[in-house]
């Protein structure tokens, strides 16, 4: 079942930095009192609440009184075992206004290389479409009314030739036809066969299709079947645009569609903007890269998952770097790193092990994000390398403030919680890197009750469905428990909840085309939410053997 799909607003590429976007939120934000109502796990790779529907719900914080306002604290390094959390809302946008405010330089590449790339620049016509006058079907041209006297072409200057009895069977020439020069102008009274795509004749009124048409080969007469209308079948000089006409904005991705567009437009090359790269920094000492979960190893998820997805989002992503539980190999890689994004699994919490935040803090890392009221994927983390300590190279194609290097997306490490991390911080930021416009959200109703966090906001896996009770997604296995059965109903489109929700699960986000974004208090059937698509390889089927 096919769902609406989200648009996107193209933009231009001179984008303001947030230092001077009247509405960007503190880069150290306050306190979130609530958020700090909640209890505190330190878990091995995630501080996380597995709150889902088969739970009850948590209970409420206690009323705290209102606090006397009093001046934002300064910006303090980060710190093991606290942090202030931001709402989801508040952390995606934050990270659409990071992706847009480094500058991106463009560049110039063939056609055959452009695919899946942005537009630095307008897509502007160099000639009218179509360039001149063509026909639009295959059949007769003809000038003034019928029946009409069938002719031979002849090239620009010569009279077209009267086609003689004999010269009207099997032998006949082809008539006009695509690529030729510019035919000879047809008399008042004269009919040429022309193909499809082929040059109009000048003094020409219409085109009559084949099966429109009757030939008498005896008199050498065209007759027409059907009433004949000036400008029938014939395709006008600048149709579908005049050179100079912007046919498609810069920030535009670059489609198929679109690359045979500005082949058709005149164009050889395209001036797009260089993908994102990616570094990607698996943590943990207990992830297996093959084999079977034993002796309290397990299996590596996020490394198989995570790069496909970055690759979808229009990343060019390096392999994994597997660095275990090591401090100083963390360390190495983001000093060392010349990506435009670091995105590290796991290690975002406060465990004995978790190294993220000490190496950021020694690092001199600026911290923009640090925890997201959102469940699951609380401890995901936003922040930004100084210069000095990362390689030069993403200053050559993407330049910010004074002293700033790549971004460092730091992913919670259970599964699912990694997704939501990866769609709240590392998809809005990546659009802004690449050139691309934010995706301008879409809702769809969710059928049967969703519970909600008490505070905070929840994402979960859902399915498109189209129609009742027979469309129950219960027989693909991914988990959905069947609900009340007081859907949507009468055949209009919907989400689907899916029961494997919990943090470390998969099974339902494999299932899933989407996440909805759920308000905390959850929502009844029937109430429309925020959709979230996943990206998805098969959207951009290019994107696999393009990147290194």
Request: glycine fraction near 12%; include cysteine.
């Amino acid at each position: 079942m096919g769902r609406p799909h989200a648009t996107e607003q193209p933009r231009s590429m001179d984008r303001p930095c947030p230092a001077g976007d009247s509405e960007e939120v503190p880069r150290s934000p306050s306190p979130d009192h609530s958020a700090d109502t909640a209890p505190v796990r330190h878990d091995r790779h995630e501080c996380e609440h597995r709150y889902g529907p088969e739970h009850e719900p948590l209970p409420q914080p206690p009323h705290l009184p209102d606090l006397p306002t009093s001046p934002p604290p300064p910006p303090s390094p980060p710190t093991r075992g606290h942090r202030h959390s931001v709402s989801w809302e508040e952390a995606r946008a934050l990270a659409v206004r990071c992706g847009r405010a480094v500058a991106v330089r463009g560049g110039t590449i063939p056609l055959d290389g452009a695919l899946g790339h942005v537009l630095a620049e307008p897509l502007v016509a160099f000639t009218d479409l179509p360039s001149f006058d063509t026909s639009a079907m295959d059949g007769w041209v003809v000038s003034g009314p019928g029946p009409w006297k069938i002719r031979e072409p002849a090239g620009a200057g010569n009279k077209a030739e009267t086609v003689t009895k004999k010269s009207t069977g099997s032998g006949r020439g082809m008539g006009i036809l695509a690529g030729q020069s510019a035919p000879a102008a047809l008399a008042d009274g004269d009919a040429v066969r022309i193909a499809t795509g082929a040059r109009i004749p000048a003094d020409a009124n219409a085109v009559i299709r084949s099966e429109h048409a009757h030939v008498d080969e005896t008199r050498g007469l065209l007759h027409a079947q059907q009433r004949v209308l000036p400008g029938q079948d014939i395709r006008p000089r600048g149709q579908e645009c005049r050179a100079g006409d912007q046919l498609m904005p810069a920030g535009t991705l670059v489609t198929p569609a679109v690359l045979g567009l500005a082949a058709a437009a005149g164009y050889d090359a395209l001036a797009v903007v260089p993908r994102p790269r990616v570094d990607v920094l698996v943590l943990g000492d207990e992830l297996l890269t093959g084999g079977l979960p034993h002796d309290g190893l397990i299996r590596d998820a996020l490394g198989p998952m995570i790069g496909p997805w970055l690759r979808a989002l229009g990343a060019e992503v390096s392999a994994p770097q597997r660095l275990g539980d090591d401090a100083a190999a963390l360390r190495h890689a983001l000093t060392t790193s010349d990506a435009d994004l670091v995105v590290t699994t796991g290690g975002t919490a406060a465990g004995p092990v978790d190294h993220v935040h000490p190496v950021l803090a020694e690092i001199g890392a600026e911290l923009l994000v640090d925890g997201v009221a959102v469940r699951p994927g609380h401890p995901m983390l936003l922040a930004r390398l100084v210069k000095e300590n990362a390689a030069a190279g993403p200053s050559e194609r993407r330049s910010g403030a004074r002293g700033e290097g790549p971004y460092l997306v730091g992913l919670p490490g259970n599964p699912l919680a990694a997704v939501s991390g990866l769609l709240t911080l590392a998809e809005p930021l990546l659009r802004g890197l690449a050139g691309r416009g934010p995706q301008v959200p879409y809702r769809a109703v969710v059928r049967d009750e969703v519970h909600g966090h008490p505070q905070d906001t929840r994402l979960v896996p859902v399915v498109h469905r189209m129609g009742g009770a027979a469309d129950r997604p219960e027989s693909n296995g991914n988990g959905y428990d069947g609900g009340s059965g007081t859907g949507t109903g009468g055949g209009a489109e919907h989400v689907v909840p899916l029961r494997y929700s919990g943090p470390a699960m998969l099974r339902g986000i494999a299932a899933a085309d989407g996440l909805a974004v759920v308000p905390p208090g959850g929502v009844r059937s029937g109430t429309e939410v925020e959709i979230l698509d996943l990206p998805s390889a098969s959207a951009m089927p290019w994107s696999e053997g393009c990147f290194t």
